[in-house]
């Protein structure tokens, strides 16, 4: 780095802390506080519409402190910060759903997870290339970097979504336990895999092409130091706000007469909006490889981490985790996988990739409502 730009970046203004950033989780943590331990639950439809302005301040709210940690620790590991805080709401919604559901049968870790990639690799996805097509007309990113991402997510979606269909150790698309004890540790391990090569041994594919970083901008001690105690608080928000909220949506959904895997399409879109907002305003900066990096680093912590604990929670209650896909739905998840490879192949992109993911978004979400 040459002396002005290290002398450029020292005398950067360091990143605030807005008082809204921590009135909005404390006024989640309170208000999902007093709906589950107080009204368990039960709280009246105008209270719900109370509540999501909150839900969605709070979401906010938990960007700001991710992005504000990564701005000190740089990338990749920003990128981490905030794909891991995504999965442990994602996960711990799924995981509430388990245990309050009745004995047997579970399908909402299935759609959440599938709604997760869904929605990263069309909807996040496919929208970051077509604002950053349309501001800046032709991105270049690492294609190292997004195959890597790509292979294992390939890999894991089909042995976890798609492989539960035509096993015969038990019936429905569902594992036997070895199966499926197998299946949560290999996810384990191709993700600590991954995070070894993001991280150390070729740290450098998941770097900016050109070399800039605004990850790498200071960010003073006092700032960090409150992002990380707030961002814990504003996840805990999310987490009790939308767990109170649920029944409301789950309610609203049978009276609707829609899907109930529509249940696992709402938990995704709610913990995603963090790791969504982040990655478009990345791609709006032409900082694409950025944008990639929060995407797909959150669609592999939401597969990768989401299924072994769920695994582990349904062999201890004695629950059958259903995990195989309908057969339009794993047609749509083989094409989605197929264009996300032809589309980061080359390391450079265009709106017209943005467009074909967003059709295929929007398939996704006719199928959902209308299977």
């Not at 909150?54 to 620790?73: G, W």
């Not at 960090?224 to 959904?253: H, Q, S």
């Not at 938990?267 to 950025?290: D, K």
């Amino acid at each position: 780095m040459s002396a002005s730009t290290t002398t450029s970046a020292s005398s950067a203004h360091p990143v605030a802390t807005p008082a809204w950033t921590w009135i909005a989780p404390v006024l989640a943590v309170m208000a999902g506080a007093i709906g589950e331990f107080v009204m368990h639950g039960e709280i009246a439809g105008w209270m719900a519409g109370v509540a999501v302005p909150v839900l969605f301040a709070a979401v906010f709210a938990t960007v700001h402190h991710a992005e504000t940690i990564a701005h000190r620790i740089g990338q990749p590991f920003g990128s981490i910060v905030l794909a891991l805080a995504v999965t442990i709401i994602e996960v711990a919604l799924i995981v509430s759903v388990l245990l309050t559901a009745p004995a047997g049968e579970s399908a909402v870790a299935r759609d959440t997870v599938f709604a997760a990639i869904m929605i990263v690799l069309n909807g996040i996805v496919g929208l970051s290339l077509l604002i950053g097509g349309i501001n800046h007309h032709i991105q270049n990113f690492r294609p190292a970097s997004a195959s890597g991402a790509l292979g294992v997510l390939g890999t894991l979606a089909v042995l976890c979504l798609v492989l539960p269909n035509y096993t015969l150790a038990t019936p429905g698309p569902t594992y036997a336990p070895v199966q499926l004890a197998f299946v949560a540790g290999i996810s384990l391990l191709l993700y600590a895999m991954f995070l070894y090569i993001q991280l150390s041994r070729h740290k450098e594919d998941f770097l900016e092409a050109d070399g800039g970083d605004d990850h790498a901008l200071p960010v003073d001690r006092a700032a960090f130091v409150k992002a990380c105690a707030l961002l814990p608080l504003a996840m805990g928000g999310v987490v009790l706000l939308a767990e109170t909220l649920a029944t409301n949506v789950e309610y609203a959904i049978e009276r609707a007469g829609l899907p109930a895997a529509l249940v696992g399409v709402a938990i995704a879109m709610v913990v995603l909006m963090p790791e969504g907002l982040a990655s478009l305003r990345a791609a709006r900066a032409n900082r694409l490889q950025t944008s990639l990096n929060l995407a797909l680093g959150s669609a592999l912590a939401s597969l990768c981490l989401t299924i072994p604990t769920v695994a582990i929670i349904s062999l201890a209650l004695g629950q059958d985790l259903v995990l195989g896909l309908d057969g339009e739905l794993t047609v749509l998840l083989l094409l989605t996988l197929f264009m996300a490879a032809l589309s980061l192949a080359t390391g450079r992109t265009t709106v017209l990739q943005g467009g074909i993911h967003l059709v295929i978004f929007a398939a996704f979400l006719i199928l959902a409502a209308v299977p």
